[in-house]
């Protein structure tokens, strides 16, 4: 049996069909069953544009033009061409091998039998996280837009059958007027939100007051709709919409989200290009929290932490550079700064940890620049933590864990963040090749009167004992946390206890007592 038999016979135990698109569009190759009964996809789909074997596939090949080499992208349903006026429903997969880039492979599991178009049932309301998901792809296929929310009053008087019915024609309707391969959703109780063509100039409150009167039922409503300015980046769209979908889920909601919406877009676009000429320009600070020997209380290493204005933390910053994706350039300038600071005169062998969102995992590009910037001096590299934030979830954890690898190769060292605070976490531990764990200051700082944070503590220290990884506790501000982190097993220690983040590292601390040796910066590990 040969390789090349072996793959392929891998490969359809988890699809039907096997198709490579060009970075034209058109189906270059394909095998496998096509979607009517007896088709051969390799005869009949090869050299067709990919538009021309879904139904309603615009969104989906634009997707598959805005892939990154090395990503795949989630599944996703669709609906593909089985003869005329017939579809069948498949669930979608796709991934650009670097050595084959431009050009994109994808793999089509069916989802039961072919079916006429009339009996395509309408979409059902998505749930307002769901909307938002749905949203990012559909502002990168279309222009022209109108976020518009519809409030109906006079729901919650209607029950069984009535309501039944009353929902269909409500989802007929909202489905009907959103763009073409969007969905509506039901933000709350009483609130609709779609994304429908800028131009439309259908009175939707009108036709849901007249299917309610079509059910015997008297109905209020009333539409309100703000445009998404044309040539706008679609990420601040996005952020300016999960703002006002937010604000209607509050308990007191939004009494005008097309115009919180709107406001929020505009702060967007100007949070964004500053945050742009800040990293541009380097204006920002990097302070140095000490790290500690929790059995010496000497200082071993420091984490440079970043403030935009006074002491500021860059919290609110960060979340905005990671849903603008803005953040990979601003991992990379922070890097940037601390291998200055590590060069200085005076500087000795100092020790940095710099954070890396996860976000800026998701390709080559950050561990390619952070590799060229340490590339003349591999001391340095021995001298440098990576610690790998919670915040943006690493979409591909196993092309994530490649990439941290590299940098383990070339000597620098990685850390989980925040560990525990998040659900993702056991699954980094489990997936990524790391060397230490940071453990949640949320679970630290109640370890003396939370028997539940002790019993966690004591069971990641076991765990990170068992995987030979090293353990770092962050806000520690007692000296009786710092003694029961110690006889758990715990080795370094960082917080207010030991030293706040300050401009320089400061290898002396406050009290001659914390320090084993003056000015003694231990080795990694």
């Known amino acids: 049996m040969t390789l090349t038999t072996r793959l392929l016979g891998l490969a359809f135990a988890s699809a039907d069909t096997l198709v490579e698109v060009d970075s034209k569009g058109v189906v270059s190759f394909a095998i496998g069953a096509g979607a009517s009964a007896g088709e051969d996809a390799g005869a009949t789909w090869t050299g067709r544009p990919l538009l021309d074997l879904l139904h309603d596939g615009a969104s989906t090949l634009t997707a598959l033009r805005n892939m990154k080499s090395g990503v795949r992208i989630p599944s996703t349903s669709i609906l593909v061409a089985a003869g005329p006026d017939r579809v069948r429903r498949a669930s979608f997969r796709a991934f650009v091998l670097p050595q084959m880039a431009p050009a994109v492979s994808c793999a089509i599991s069916y989802e039961g039998p072919a079916f006429a178009l009339e009996d395509l049932e309408t979409r059902p309301l998505l749930e307002a996280e769901e909307f938002l998901t749905d949203a990012g792809r559909v502002l990168d296929a279309n222009t022209d837009l109108a976020l518009s929310f519809l409030d109906i009053r006079g729901l919650e008087n209607v029950s069984g059958d009535a309501a039944d019915r009353l929902n269909r024609?409500?989802?007929?309707?909202?489905?009907?007027?959103?763009?073409?391969?969007?969905?509506?959703?039901?933000?709350?109780?009483?609130?609709?939100?779609?994304?429908?063509?800028?131009?439309?100039?259908?009175?939707?409150?009108?036709?849901?007051?007249?299917?309610?009167?079509?059910?015997?039922?008297?109905?209020?409503?009333?539409?309100?709709?703000?445009?998404?300015?044309?040539?706008?980046?679609?990420?601040?769209?996005?952020?300016?919409?999960?703002?006002?979908?937010?604000?209607?889920l509050k308990g007191d909601g939004l009494a005008n989200p097309q115009i919180a919406f709107a406001d929020s877009l505009k702060r967007t676009f100007r949070d964004a290009e500053t945050f742009r000429s800040l990293v541009k320009s380097r204006e920002f600070q990097v302070h140095y929290q000490p790290i500690v020997h929790l059995d010496s209380r000497a200082?071993?290493?420091?984490?440079?932490?970043?403030?935009?204005?006074?002491?500021?933390?860059?919290?609110?910053?960060?979340?905005?550079?990671?849903?603008?994706?803005?953040?990979?350039?601003?991992?990379?300038?922070?890097?940037?700064?601390?291998?200055?600071?590590?060069?200085q005169s005076g500087a000795g062998l100092l020790k940095m940890a710099i954070n890396?969102?996860?976000?800026?995992?998701?390709?080559?590009?950050?561990?390619?620049?952070?590799?060229?910037?340490?590339?003349?001096?591999?001391?340095?590299?021995?001298?440098?933590?990576?610690?790998?934030?919670?915040?943006?979830?690493?979409?591909?954890?196993?092309?994530?864990?490649?990439?941290?690898?590299?940098?383990?190769?070339?000597?620098?060292?990685?850390?989980?963040?925040?560990?525990?605070?998040?659900?993702?976490?056991?699954?980094?531990?489990?997936?990524?090749?790391?060397?230490?764990?940071?453990?949640?200051?949320?679970?630290?700082?109640?370890?003396?009167?939370?028997?539940?944070?002790?019993?966690?503590?004591?069971?990641?220290?076991?765990?990170?004992?068992?995987?030979?990884?090293?353990?770092?506790?962050?806000?520690?501000?007692?000296?009786?946390?710092?003694?029961?982190?110690?006889?758990?097993?715990?080795?370094?220690?960082?917080?207010?206890?030991?030293?706040?983040?300050?401009?320089?590292?400061?290898?002396?601390?406050?009290?001659?007592?914390?320090?084993?040796?003056?000015?003694?910066?231990?080795?990694?590990?």
């Not at 933000?187 to 309610?212: C, H, K, M, S, Y």
């Not at 970043?306 to 910053?317: E, I, K």
Request: hydrophobic share 45%.
């Open 169 to 248: 024609r409500i989802e007929a309707t909202l489905q009907s007027a959103a763009v073409e391969g969007s969905s509506a959703a039901q933000v709350t109780g009483v609130r609709f939100a779609l994304l429908r063509p800028a131009n439309d100039r259908r009175d939707i409150a009108a036709e849901i007051i007249e299917a309610g009167r079509a059910e015997g039922l008297s109905l209020g409503a009333e539409a309100f709709s703000s445009p998404v300015p044309p040539g706008s980046d679609s990420l601040c769209v996005l952020r300016a919409m999960r703002f006002a979908i937010e604000g209607c």
């Open 299 to 343: 200082v071993h290493h420091f984490e440079a932490l970043t403030r935009f204005n006074a002491n500021s933390g860059p919290a609110d910053a960060i979340r905005m550079a990671e849903e603008l994706d803005l953040i990979e350039s601003f991992d990379l300038a922070v890097a940037e700064k601390v291998l200055k600071r590590m060069r």
């Open 356 to 525: 890396v969102s996860g976000a800026s995992l998701g390709d080559d590009t950050y561990v390619e620049q952070l590799l060229r910037m340490t590339a003349g001096a591999p001391e340095e590299r021995r001298r440098l933590m990576v610690e790998v934030t919670e915040t943006s979830a690493l979409a591909d954890i196993e092309a994530a864990d490649r990439r941290l690898a590299t940098l383990r190769e070339a000597g620098i060292k990685v850390c989980i963040d925040d560990f525990g605070a998040g659900a993702a976490a056991f699954d980094y531990l489990r997936k990524l090749s790391v060397d230490a764990v940071k453990i949640d200051g949320a679970i630290v700082r109640d370890i003396q009167t939370d028997e539940r944070s002790k019993a966690m503590l004591h069971s990641i220290v076991e765990l990170c004992r068992s995987m030979k990884l090293e353990t770092i506790a962050e806000m520690i501000e007692t000296d009786g946390v710092a003694a029961e982190l110690k006889a758990a097993g715990v080795e370094y220690g960082q917080g207010w206890l030991f030293g706040r983040a300050e401009a320089e590292p400061r290898t002396q601390l406050s009290s001659p007592s914390m320090v084993r040796r003056k000015g003694a910066v231990e080795a990694w590990g």
